[in-house]
């Protein structure tokens, strides 16, 4: 229900809908708002000046009503929506809100039906971009076959394919993996102005078919017609660069990424991090840690879990164990497996390893219910002349106490 101020018989004679919008955007609660919403075009509708509902305000509704889950009474506001506007073409702003709406909401058929029902319950013919919509929820849901069929229907409706369209279908071929990656060079070739989206989406199909070169190539070509590579754009090449082995181009590209302004992401630090790491090249991971977090750029357990496991492999082990404790300072919580990484490249190399690495291994072991392991651990510990904290004794004794209640019980 609306607020109790904001009754059909209390709205103010000036209401506008400019005025309208400005409420309904305040109102957090969706459902609220579309009471607000009902009740303020109720009350409107005796006035000299009826109040008519902007696309903006509609538009804006039914995506918080989407948003929230709540599907039926947005598509019902949509329906409801045709009497406040002169023409059905007004609603297509709404009606490619709900679209994209049900594809977020995992239900790619409902955005289908909703689609080819809008010219008999909605007045709304098809446009291309409605098309694009919902081409673009089937291919997001892998429903390929639904999306060749409906861009076959396009073609036959006299719509051709836009820039976004071919878009959609590019993404719908580079994503399956069964799909020869010919079919997507064609569907590149036949948009008559690529952009950056087209030109991401056909260079990560190169890649992840082992076709880096002609990746490369297509990257030179999109900056040589002035379109300009996007983080999404570095940080596919550099990941494919640095997996195959191709270190410095792939540093050099990263650099370029500084002279263009573009900021790397945390997907582009820990793409190059990994790859340098399993390339023996842990010296240069670090330096690119230390930049990550100076740029204020957190690395994930995944970032720190490369570089602890590549300065192991270095046989660097002090440094791996900086990099553990500098893990811990910001937050990060090594799991054991990390934890075990490191202590058996300590064994395995007659290093000494202090207590608090110990106990850390045993807490993590105790809380995956190892308790096996880490007692083992414990006379690791003792076999070395490392006196257990109290806190290890605590952990696997609580451990084992543990135990042995449930089985009481």
Not at 265 to 275: C, H, P
Not at 294 to 316: A, F, M, Q, W
């Amino acid at each position: 229900m609306p607020p109790a101020n904001l009754t059909p018989n209390k709205w103010p004679k000036n209401l506008t809908s400019d005025h309208l919008h400005r409420l309904v955007r305040a109102e957090r609660d969706p459902r609220r708002a579309l009471a607000l919403f009902d009740a303020a075009t109720a009350a409107s509708t005796s006035a000299p000046d009826p109040i008519t509902p902007s696309p903006d305000t509609v538009s804006l509704l039914t995506s918080r009503l989407a948003s929230a889950g709540h599907l039926p009474l947005a598509a019902s506001l949509l329906s409801r929506s045709r009497g406040h506007f002169p023409s059905a073409d007004a609603l297509e702003g709404p009606f490619l809100t709900l679209l994209r709406a049900f594809s977020r909401t995992h239900r790619p058929l409902a955005a289908l039906h909703l689609f080819r029902s809008a010219p008999s319950d909605l007045a709304l013919p098809h446009s291309a971009r409605s098309y694009t919509a919902v081409l673009a929820a089937l291919v997001a849901h892998s429903q390929l076959h639904l999306a060749r069929s409906l861009l076959a229907d396009m073609r036959a409706a006299g719509f051709a394919p836009t820039a976004a369209t071919y878009n959609v279908l590019l993404k719908a071929h580079c994503s399956d993996a069964a799909a020869p990656i010919e079919d997507a060079l064609r569907i590149f070739r036949n948009i008559r102005k690529p952009d950056a989206c087209s030109y991401n989406t056909i260079i990560d199909g190169l890649c992840r078919r082992g076709r880096l070169a002609e990746a490369l190539e297509l990257f030179s070509e999109m900056v040589g017609k002035c379109i300009a590579p996007t983080v999404v754009t570095y940080t596919t090449v550099i990941h494919w660069l640095a997996r195959e082995g191709c270190f410095d181009d792939a540093l050099k590209l990263f650099d370029e990424m500084g002279r263009r302004g573009i900021s790397p992401n945390l997907v582009t630090y820990s793409s190059l991090i990994d790859g340098l790491c399993k390339g023996g090249r842990a010296s240069s991971a670090l330096e690119l840690l230390d930049r990550m977090i100076k740029e204020k750029k957190l690395p994930n357990t995944i970032t720190y879990s490369s570089v602890i496991d590549g300065l192991c492999k270095e046989h660097r082990l002090s440094e791996a164990m900086e990099v553990l404790d500098r893990m811990r300072l910001q937050g990060r919580k090594p799991d054991a497996g990390l934890f075990g990484k490191v202590y058996q490249s300590t064994r395995t190399r007659s290093i000494s390893t202090e207590p608090t690495t110990f106990h850390l291994l045993v807490e993590s072991l105790s809380k995956k219910d190892n308790l096996e392991k880490a007692a083992h651990v414990v006379l690791d510990m003792l076999s070395e002349r490392c006196i257990p904290e109290r806190e290890t004794w605590d952990v696997v004794i609580s451990g084992y106490w543990g135990k042995k209640k449930e089985l009481l019980n």
